[in-house]
Protein backbone atom coordinates (compact mmCIF):
# COMPACT_ATOMS: atom_id res chain seq x y z
CA UNK A 1 0.00 0.00 0.00
CA UNK A 2 1.54 3.31 -1.04
CA UNK A 3 1.42 6.47 1.64
CA UNK A 4 -1.28 7.89 0.02
CA UNK A 5 -3.53 5.64 -0.01
CA UNK A 6 -2.43 3.80 3.64
CA UNK A 7 -3.19 7.54 5.24
CA UNK A 8 -6.23 7.89 3.14
CA UNK A 9 -7.42 4.78 4.50
CA UNK A 10 -6.70 5.29 7.97
CA UNK A 11 -8.65 8.55 7.45
CA UNK A 12 -11.55 7.24 6.22
CA UNK A 13 -11.39 4.41 8.66
CA UNK A 14 -11.70 7.36 11.49
CA UNK A 15 -14.11 9.16 10.20
CA UNK A 16 -16.03 6.31 9.78
CA UNK A 17 -15.88 5.10 13.08
CA UNK A 18 -16.27 8.65 14.55
CA UNK A 19 -19.79 8.85 12.49
CA UNK A 20 -20.48 5.31 13.60
CA UNK A 21 -19.82 5.97 17.21
CA UNK A 22 -21.65 9.62 17.04
CA UNK A 23 -24.59 8.52 15.05
CA UNK A 24 -25.48 5.85 17.32
CA UNK A 25 -25.47 7.78 20.31
CA UNK A 26 -27.64 9.94 18.43
CA UNK A 27 -29.87 7.35 17.81
CA UNK A 28 -30.00 5.41 21.31
CA UNK A 29 -30.68 9.01 22.52
CA UNK A 30 -33.41 9.71 20.68
CA UNK A 31 -34.91 6.17 20.66
CA UNK A 32 -34.73 6.31 24.43
CA UNK A 33 -36.52 10.26 24.24
CA UNK A 34 -38.86 8.61 22.23
CA UNK A 35 -39.75 5.46 24.60
CA UNK A 36 -39.74 8.12 27.57
CA UNK A 37 -42.35 10.26 25.54
CA UNK A 38 -44.74 7.54 24.62
CA UNK A 39 -44.79 6.38 28.32
CA UNK A 40 -45.02 9.53 29.69
CA UNK A 41 -47.78 10.17 27.51
CA UNK A 42 -49.62 6.90 28.05
CA UNK A 43 -49.29 7.39 31.60
CA UNK A 44 -51.49 10.61 31.56
CA UNK A 45 -53.89 9.80 29.66
CA UNK A 46 -54.28 6.61 31.47
CA UNK A 47 -54.37 8.57 34.75
CA UNK A 48 -57.18 10.92 33.76
CA UNK A 49 -59.07 8.10 32.36
CA UNK A 50 -58.92 6.61 35.59
CA UNK A 51 -60.00 9.32 37.39
CA UNK A 52 -62.94 10.07 35.07
CA UNK A 53 -64.15 6.78 35.42
CA UNK A 54 -64.25 6.73 39.20
CA UNK A 55 -66.52 9.75 39.44
CA UNK A 56 -68.65 7.82 37.43
CA UNK A 57 -68.14 4.27 39.18
CA UNK A 58 -69.04 6.12 42.62
CA UNK A 59 -72.16 7.27 40.89
CA UNK A 60 -72.72 4.26 39.70
CA UNK A 61 -72.41 2.23 42.69
CA UNK A 62 -76.05 3.07 44.29
CA UNK A 63 -78.18 2.14 41.67
CA UNK A 64 -76.89 -1.04 40.04
CA UNK A 65 -77.76 -4.40 41.34
CA UNK A 66 -77.78 -7.16 39.39
CA UNK A 67 -74.23 -8.12 37.04
CA UNK A 68 -74.57 -6.98 33.74
CA UNK A 69 -77.57 -4.97 33.99
CA UNK A 70 -78.28 -1.60 34.05
CA UNK A 71 -80.84 -0.31 36.47
CA UNK A 72 -83.77 1.97 34.79
CA UNK A 73 -82.57 4.43 37.75
CA UNK A 74 -79.41 4.19 36.22
CA UNK A 75 -80.70 4.82 32.71
CA UNK A 76 -82.93 7.79 33.85
CA UNK A 77 -79.88 9.57 35.19
CA UNK A 78 -77.42 8.79 32.04
CA UNK A 79 -78.95 11.32 29.39
CA UNK A 80 -77.50 9.86 26.12
CA UNK A 81 -77.48 6.53 27.03
CA UNK A 82 -77.08 4.17 23.71
CA UNK A 83 -78.06 0.16 23.66
CA UNK A 84 -76.61 -1.86 21.03
CA UNK A 85 -78.51 -2.41 18.31
CA UNK A 86 -79.80 1.28 18.89
CA UNK A 87 -79.92 3.56 17.40
CA UNK A 88 -78.01 6.39 18.76
CA UNK A 89 -79.36 10.06 19.84
CA UNK A 90 -76.93 12.89 20.26
CA UNK A 91 -77.23 14.19 24.18
CA UNK A 92 -79.25 17.11 24.57
CA UNK A 93 -78.43 18.39 27.81
CA UNK A 94 -75.61 20.95 27.52
CA UNK A 95 -73.62 19.20 30.31
CA UNK A 96 -70.38 18.72 31.51
CA UNK A 97 -70.63 15.08 30.01
CA UNK A 98 -71.59 15.99 26.36
CA UNK A 99 -68.97 18.32 26.79
CA UNK A 100 -66.17 15.62 26.81
CA UNK A 101 -67.66 13.04 24.53
CA UNK A 102 -67.15 15.68 22.15
CA UNK A 103 -63.94 16.26 23.17
CA UNK A 104 -63.07 12.67 21.87
CA UNK A 105 -63.89 10.70 25.23
CA UNK A 106 -65.89 7.30 24.98
CA UNK A 107 -67.69 5.66 27.52
CA UNK A 108 -69.28 2.76 27.49
CA UNK A 109 -70.93 -0.81 30.00
CA UNK A 110 -69.27 -3.90 29.41
CA UNK A 111 -70.70 -7.02 30.85
CA UNK A 112 -68.54 -9.25 33.27
CA UNK A 113 -67.56 -11.25 30.03
CA UNK A 114 -66.58 -8.51 28.01
CA UNK A 115 -69.40 -8.34 25.83
CA UNK A 116 -70.98 -4.96 25.19
CA UNK A 117 -74.04 -3.53 27.09
CA UNK A 118 -74.60 0.13 26.12
CA UNK A 119 -72.66 3.47 25.50
CA UNK A 120 -72.99 7.14 26.01
CA UNK A 121 -73.53 9.39 23.30
CA UNK A 122 -71.70 7.03 20.90
CA UNK A 123 -72.27 4.02 18.99
CA UNK A 124 -71.37 0.95 21.54
CA UNK A 125 -70.14 -1.12 18.69
CA UNK A 126 -67.79 1.77 17.49
CA UNK A 127 -64.98 -0.70 19.11
CA UNK A 128 -65.20 -4.59 18.99
CA UNK A 129 -65.97 -5.62 22.58
CA UNK A 130 -63.52 -6.47 24.74
CA UNK A 131 -63.40 -10.15 25.56
CA UNK A 132 -60.00 -10.29 26.51
CA UNK A 133 -60.70 -7.66 29.32
CA UNK A 134 -57.75 -5.95 28.14
CA UNK A 135 -56.83 -3.18 30.99
CA UNK A 136 -55.42 -0.19 28.72
CA UNK A 137 -55.37 -0.59 24.98
CA UNK A 138 -54.76 1.45 21.74
CA UNK A 139 -57.33 0.70 19.15
CA UNK A 140 -59.07 2.13 16.01
CA UNK A 141 -62.71 3.25 15.81
CA UNK A 142 -64.46 2.62 13.19
CA UNK A 143 -63.15 5.74 11.22
CA UNK A 144 -59.96 4.72 11.52
CA UNK A 145 -59.56 7.28 14.71
CA UNK A 146 -56.90 5.70 17.34
CA UNK A 147 -58.17 5.83 20.74
CA UNK A 148 -56.64 4.53 23.98
CA UNK A 149 -58.93 2.52 25.83
CA UNK A 150 -59.25 1.62 29.85
CA UNK A 151 -60.94 -0.45 31.46
CA UNK A 152 -62.37 -0.08 35.12
CA UNK A 153 -63.66 -2.78 37.13
CA UNK A 154 -67.90 -1.70 38.51
CA UNK A 155 -68.41 -3.55 42.16
CA UNK A 156 -71.71 -3.74 43.34
CA UNK A 157 -72.48 -3.55 47.36
CA UNK A 158 -72.03 -7.13 48.23
CA UNK A 159 -68.72 -6.88 46.42
CA UNK A 160 -69.67 -8.84 43.60
CA UNK A 161 -68.21 -7.70 40.19
CA UNK A 162 -71.22 -5.91 38.41
CA UNK A 163 -69.24 -5.62 34.88
CA UNK A 164 -67.02 -2.74 33.80
CA UNK A 165 -66.79 0.98 32.52
CA UNK A 166 -64.41 1.12 29.41
CA UNK A 167 -63.54 4.95 28.95
CA UNK A 168 -61.19 5.93 26.28
CA UNK A 169 -59.84 9.25 24.86
CA UNK A 170 -58.68 9.54 21.01
CA UNK A 171 -54.83 9.69 20.59
CA UNK A 172 -55.06 10.21 17.13
CA UNK A 173 -53.35 13.90 17.35
CA UNK A 174 -50.86 12.63 19.60
CA UNK A 175 -50.53 9.88 17.26
CA UNK A 176 -49.98 12.30 14.10
CA UNK A 177 -47.65 14.12 16.04
CA UNK A 178 -45.25 11.01 16.53
CA UNK A 179 -45.50 9.87 12.92
CA UNK A 180 -43.89 13.31 11.68
CA UNK A 181 -41.64 13.43 14.42
CA UNK A 182 -40.59 9.57 13.23
CA UNK A 183 -40.76 11.57 9.54
CA UNK A 184 -38.06 14.38 11.16
CA UNK A 185 -35.95 11.62 12.91
CA UNK A 186 -35.77 9.85 9.88
CA UNK A 187 -34.87 12.71 7.34
CA UNK A 188 -32.90 14.35 10.12
CA UNK A 189 -30.42 11.54 11.43
CA UNK A 190 -28.87 10.49 7.92
CA UNK A 191 -28.17 14.30 7.19
CA UNK A 192 -26.69 14.48 10.99
CA UNK A 193 -24.70 11.29 10.18
CA UNK A 194 -23.23 12.87 7.04
CA UNK A 195 -22.36 16.32 8.43
CA UNK A 196 -21.04 14.10 11.06
CA UNK A 197 -19.35 11.90 8.74
CA UNK A 198 -17.38 15.28 7.10
CA UNK A 199 -16.81 16.62 10.53
CA UNK A 200 -14.73 13.66 11.23
CA UNK A 201 -13.08 13.30 7.90
CA UNK A 202 -12.34 16.89 8.58
CA UNK A 203 -11.01 16.32 11.81
CA UNK A 204 -8.83 12.89 10.80
CA UNK A 205 -7.12 14.78 8.39
CA UNK A 206 -6.38 17.40 11.15
CA UNK A 207 -5.24 15.04 13.34
CA UNK A 208 -2.89 13.04 10.76
CA UNK A 209 -1.26 15.93 8.97
CA UNK A 210 1.47 15.87 11.70
CA UNK A 211 1.51 12.12 11.41
CA UNK A 212 1.97 12.35 7.51
CA UNK A 213 4.44 15.03 7.77
CA UNK A 214 6.75 12.79 10.09
CA UNK A 215 6.11 9.67 8.11
CA UNK A 216 7.29 11.49 4.66
CA UNK A 217 10.09 12.36 6.59
CA UNK A 218 11.44 8.97 7.64
CA UNK A 219 11.04 7.41 4.51
CA UNK A 220 12.60 10.59 2.51
CA UNK A 221 15.10 10.21 5.16
CA UNK A 222 15.81 6.15 4.27
CA UNK A 223 15.37 7.03 0.92
CA UNK A 224 18.71 9.64 0.86
CA UNK A 225 20.59 7.97 3.28
CA UNK A 226 20.29 5.09 0.74
CA UNK A 227 20.97 7.08 -1.84
CA UNK A 228 24.11 8.46 -0.57
CA UNK A 229 25.50 5.42 0.62
CA UNK A 230 25.55 4.24 -2.72
CA UNK A 231 28.48 6.23 -4.28
CA UNK A 232 31.03 5.53 -1.06
CA UNK A 233 29.93 1.90 -0.97
CA UNK A 234 30.73 1.32 -4.87
CA UNK A 235 33.88 3.09 -4.43
CA UNK A 236 34.87 0.76 -1.77
CA UNK A 237 33.56 -1.89 -4.02
CA UNK A 238 36.74 -1.20 -6.79
CA UNK A 239 38.94 -0.41 -3.88
CA UNK A 240 38.50 -3.92 -2.45
CA UNK A 241 38.54 -5.26 -5.96
CA UNK A 242 41.28 -3.35 -6.75
CA UNK A 243 44.13 -3.77 -4.46
CA UNK A 244 46.39 -6.49 -3.17
CA UNK A 245 44.54 -7.47 0.01
CA UNK A 246 45.11 -11.32 1.22
CA UNK A 247 42.45 -13.47 -0.61
CA UNK A 248 40.64 -14.63 2.38
CA UNK A 249 40.18 -10.84 3.49
CA UNK A 250 39.40 -9.73 0.18
CA UNK A 251 36.55 -12.17 -0.11
CA UNK A 252 34.97 -11.55 2.94
CA UNK A 253 35.39 -7.67 2.25
CA UNK A 254 33.44 -8.52 -0.82
CA UNK A 255 30.61 -10.68 0.96
CA UNK A 256 29.94 -7.67 3.43
CA UNK A 257 29.99 -4.93 0.58
CA UNK A 258 27.67 -7.47 -1.33
CA UNK A 259 25.02 -7.63 1.12
CA UNK A 260 25.40 -3.62 1.71
CA UNK A 261 24.88 -3.02 -1.98
CA UNK A 262 21.21 -5.43 -1.61
CA UNK A 263 20.30 -3.66 1.76
CA UNK A 264 20.72 -0.08 -0.12
CA UNK A 265 19.19 -1.15 -3.27
CA UNK A 266 16.07 -2.98 -1.06
CA UNK A 267 15.63 0.12 0.74
CA UNK A 268 15.49 2.30 -2.57
CA UNK A 269 12.85 -0.27 -3.60
CA UNK A 270 10.73 -0.07 -0.62
CA UNK A 271 10.82 3.37 -0.33
CA UNK A 272 9.83 3.98 -4.07
CA UNK A 273 7.32 1.00 -3.67
CA UNK A 274 5.48 2.84 -0.50
CA UNK A 275 5.77 6.42 -1.85
CA UNK A 276 3.75 5.39 -5.15
CA UNK A 277 6.42 7.34 -6.62
CA UNK A 278 7.67 4.07 -8.75
CA UNK A 279 7.61 4.71 -12.50
CA UNK A 280 4.81 3.20 -14.29
CA UNK A 281 6.16 0.78 -16.66
CA UNK A 282 3.59 -1.48 -16.73
CA UNK A 283 2.46 -4.41 -19.03
CA UNK A 284 0.78 -7.67 -19.25
CA UNK A 285 2.77 -9.90 -17.49
CA UNK A 286 2.56 -13.95 -18.61
CA UNK A 287 2.42 -15.81 -15.07
CA UNK A 288 3.39 -19.36 -16.70
CA UNK A 289 6.51 -17.57 -18.36
CA UNK A 290 6.96 -16.26 -15.13
CA UNK A 291 6.99 -18.50 -12.59
CA UNK A 292 9.07 -20.80 -14.89
CA UNK A 293 11.97 -18.14 -15.31
CA UNK A 294 11.98 -18.57 -11.19
CA UNK A 295 12.03 -21.87 -11.32
CA UNK A 296 14.75 -22.05 -13.41
CA UNK A 297 17.16 -19.46 -11.95
CA UNK A 298 16.65 -20.73 -8.33
CA UNK A 299 17.52 -24.25 -9.61
CA UNK A 300 21.24 -24.25 -9.49
CA UNK A 301 20.38 -23.15 -5.53
CA UNK A 302 18.00 -25.48 -4.67
CA UNK A 303 20.53 -28.74 -6.15
CA UNK A 304 23.42 -27.13 -3.94
CA UNK A 305 21.52 -26.88 -1.00
CA UNK A 306 19.82 -30.96 -2.09
CA UNK A 307 16.41 -29.18 -2.08
CA UNK A 308 13.70 -30.70 -4.83
CA UNK A 309 12.25 -27.66 -6.34
CA UNK A 310 9.40 -28.50 -8.72
CA UNK A 311 6.98 -26.29 -10.45
CA UNK A 312 2.66 -27.76 -11.14
CA UNK A 313 1.08 -25.41 -13.78
CA UNK A 314 -2.68 -27.02 -13.35
CA UNK A 315 -4.01 -24.73 -16.04
CA UNK A 316 -5.10 -25.06 -19.60
CA UNK A 317 -4.54 -21.83 -19.46
CA UNK A 318 -1.64 -18.77 -19.96
CA UNK A 319 -2.80 -16.41 -16.89
CA UNK A 320 -1.88 -12.77 -18.15
CA UNK A 321 -2.04 -9.75 -15.49
CA UNK A 322 -0.98 -6.33 -15.50
CA UNK A 323 1.88 -5.12 -13.95
CA UNK A 324 5.60 -4.19 -13.62
CA UNK A 325 7.44 -7.57 -14.71
CA UNK A 326 10.74 -7.30 -12.74
CA UNK A 327 8.69 -6.13 -9.40
CA UNK A 328 6.68 -9.63 -9.90
CA UNK A 329 9.37 -11.77 -10.58
CA UNK A 330 11.37 -10.08 -7.60
CA UNK A 331 8.47 -10.96 -5.20
CA UNK A 332 8.60 -14.40 -6.06
CA UNK A 333 12.19 -14.69 -5.94
CA UNK A 334 12.11 -13.56 -2.80
CA UNK A 335 9.80 -15.99 -1.89
CA UNK A 336 10.85 -19.24 -3.60
CA UNK A 337 14.42 -17.94 -2.34
CA UNK A 338 13.00 -17.75 0.97
CA UNK A 339 11.62 -21.32 0.61
CA UNK A 340 15.08 -22.93 -0.72
CA UNK A 341 16.52 -21.10 2.38
CA UNK A 342 14.51 -22.37 5.15
CA UNK A 343 14.27 -25.80 4.01
CA UNK A 344 16.77 -28.47 5.08
CA UNK A 345 18.49 -31.07 2.57
CA UNK A 346 16.05 -33.43 1.15
CA UNK A 347 12.63 -31.42 1.59
CA UNK A 348 10.76 -30.12 -1.22
CA UNK A 349 9.65 -26.98 -2.93
CA UNK A 350 6.76 -26.59 -5.06
CA UNK A 351 5.39 -23.79 -7.14
CA UNK A 352 1.67 -24.19 -7.89
CA UNK A 353 -0.26 -21.75 -10.36
CA UNK A 354 -3.82 -22.07 -10.84
CA UNK A 355 -6.83 -19.74 -11.13
CA UNK A 356 -9.93 -18.70 -9.57
CA UNK A 357 -12.56 -16.41 -9.89
CA UNK A 358 -10.40 -14.12 -12.79
CA UNK A 359 -7.41 -14.44 -9.51
CA UNK A 360 -4.58 -16.36 -10.27
CA UNK A 361 -2.94 -18.04 -7.27
CA UNK A 362 0.70 -18.45 -6.95
CA UNK A 363 1.08 -20.87 -4.28
CA UNK A 364 5.05 -21.61 -2.64
CA UNK A 365 4.93 -24.68 -0.13
CA UNK A 366 8.08 -26.09 1.35
CA UNK A 367 8.55 -29.03 3.64
CA UNK A 368 10.97 -26.66 5.54
CA UNK A 369 11.24 -25.69 9.14
CA UNK A 370 8.15 -23.18 9.43
CA UNK A 371 7.68 -20.47 11.48
CA UNK A 372 6.14 -20.61 14.85
CA UNK A 373 2.95 -18.60 15.42
CA UNK A 374 4.09 -16.22 17.38
CA UNK A 375 6.10 -14.38 14.50
CA UNK A 376 3.53 -14.93 11.87
CA UNK A 377 1.67 -11.42 12.19
CA UNK A 378 5.24 -9.63 11.75
CA UNK A 379 7.44 -11.21 9.53
CA UNK A 380 6.15 -8.78 6.59
CA UNK A 381 7.78 -6.20 8.96
CA UNK A 382 11.00 -4.42 7.50
CA UNK A 383 14.11 -6.24 9.36
CA UNK A 384 12.16 -8.55 11.42
CA UNK A 385 13.90 -12.14 11.54
CA UNK A 386 12.19 -15.17 13.51
CA UNK A 387 15.07 -16.15 14.80
CA UNK A 388 18.28 -13.64 14.30
CA UNK A 389 20.67 -16.17 14.41
CA UNK A 390 19.08 -18.56 11.91
CA UNK A 391 18.78 -15.59 9.32
CA UNK A 392 22.33 -14.39 9.94
CA UNK A 393 23.50 -18.13 8.72
CA UNK A 394 21.23 -17.88 5.46
CA UNK A 395 22.69 -14.04 4.98
CA UNK A 396 18.98 -12.65 4.72
CA UNK A 397 18.67 -8.62 5.47
CA UNK A 398 14.77 -9.59 6.69
CA UNK A 399 13.50 -6.87 3.87
CA UNK A 400 12.89 -9.40 1.29
CA UNK A 401 8.95 -10.06 2.24
CA UNK A 402 8.48 -6.72 3.36
CA UNK A 403 9.54 -5.91 -0.92
CA UNK A 404 7.05 -9.22 -1.06
CA UNK A 405 4.31 -7.76 0.23
CA UNK A 406 4.88 -3.92 -0.61
CA UNK A 407 4.33 -5.48 -4.54
CA UNK A 408 1.71 -7.14 -4.11
CA UNK A 409 -0.26 -4.88 -2.36
CA UNK A 410 1.02 -2.38 -5.18
CA UNK A 411 -0.06 -4.88 -8.11
CA UNK A 412 -3.68 -5.00 -6.10
CA UNK A 413 -2.88 -8.24 -4.56
CA UNK A 414 -2.97 -10.57 -1.21
CA UNK A 415 -0.18 -12.33 0.01
CA UNK A 416 -0.65 -14.67 3.05
CA UNK A 417 1.04 -17.28 4.66
CA UNK A 418 0.07 -21.00 6.52
CA UNK A 419 2.60 -22.23 8.79
CA UNK A 420 3.57 -25.00 11.04
CA UNK A 421 6.58 -25.75 12.96
CA UNK A 422 9.24 -28.34 11.44
CA UNK A 423 6.65 -28.87 9.29
CA UNK A 424 6.84 -26.56 6.45
CA UNK A 425 5.15 -23.27 5.00
CA UNK A 426 3.22 -22.02 2.29
CA UNK A 427 2.99 -18.78 0.99
CA UNK A 428 -0.24 -17.75 -1.16
CA UNK A 429 -0.02 -14.92 -3.88
CA UNK A 430 -3.14 -13.72 -4.92
CA UNK A 431 -3.10 -11.24 -8.01
CA UNK A 432 -6.29 -10.18 -10.31
CA UNK A 433 -6.16 -11.79 -13.70
CA UNK A 434 -6.51 -9.50 -16.72
CA UNK A 435 -6.91 -12.18 -19.37
CA UNK A 436 -6.49 -15.96 -19.87
CA UNK A 437 -5.76 -17.18 -23.26
CA UNK A 438 -6.11 -21.34 -24.30
CA UNK A 439 -2.46 -23.08 -24.33
P1 LIG B 1 15.27 -12.76 5.39
O1 LIG B 1 16.06 -11.91 4.51
O2 LIG B 1 15.78 -12.86 6.79
O3 LIG B 1 14.93 -14.07 4.77
P2 LIG B 1 12.52 -12.10 4.91
O4 LIG B 1 11.81 -10.82 5.05
O5 LIG B 1 12.60 -12.71 3.56
O6 LIG B 1 13.94 -11.91 5.53
O7 LIG B 1 11.86 -13.12 5.89
C1 LIG B 1 11.60 -12.76 7.25
C2 LIG B 1 11.68 -13.95 8.14
O8 LIG B 1 10.61 -14.86 7.86
C3 LIG B 1 12.94 -14.75 7.93
O9 LIG B 1 13.94 -14.32 8.80
C4 LIG B 1 12.56 -16.18 8.22
O10 LIG B 1 12.80 -16.47 9.57
C5 LIG B 1 11.06 -16.20 8.00
N1 LIG B 1 10.70 -16.92 6.75
C6 LIG B 1 10.47 -16.39 5.54
N2 LIG B 1 10.15 -17.34 4.65
C7 LIG B 1 10.18 -18.51 5.31
C8 LIG B 1 9.96 -19.89 4.95
N3 LIG B 1 9.61 -20.24 3.71
N4 LIG B 1 10.08 -20.83 5.92
C9 LIG B 1 10.41 -20.48 7.18
N5 LIG B 1 10.65 -19.22 7.59
C10 LIG B 1 10.55 -18.25 6.67
Known amino acids: MTNNSLFHHSRLKLALAYAGVMGSTLLLCGYIAHIVMVKAFTRTVDRELQIFGKVFEVKLQQDLKTPGELSINTQKSLPGLCFQKQVCLPI ?18 LKPSGEVIAAIGNNPDEFPSNVYLNHSYDIRNRQGELYHLHLIPIKIKNGQLWGYLEVGRSIQKLNDYMNSLHLLLGLGIPFSMIMIGGTGWWLAGLAMQPIEKSYQQLQQFT ?3 AHELRTPIASLQTI ?26 DLLLLSKLESGTQAAKWQQICLNDLVTDVEEEL ?52 INLTTKDKQGIITIKDTGMGIPVADIPHIFERFYRVNADRSRNTGGSGLGLAIALAITQTHKGKLEVQSQIDQGSTFTVTLPLVATLNK
Open 299 to 350: MPMAMEKAVTLSINVAEENYCYIQGNESQIYRMLLNLVSNAIKYTAAGGQVQ
Open 223 to 225: ADA
Open 92 to 109: KSESELSDLLTQGYYLRF
Open 240 to 265: VETNSIPQATQQSLQRQVTRLVTLIQ
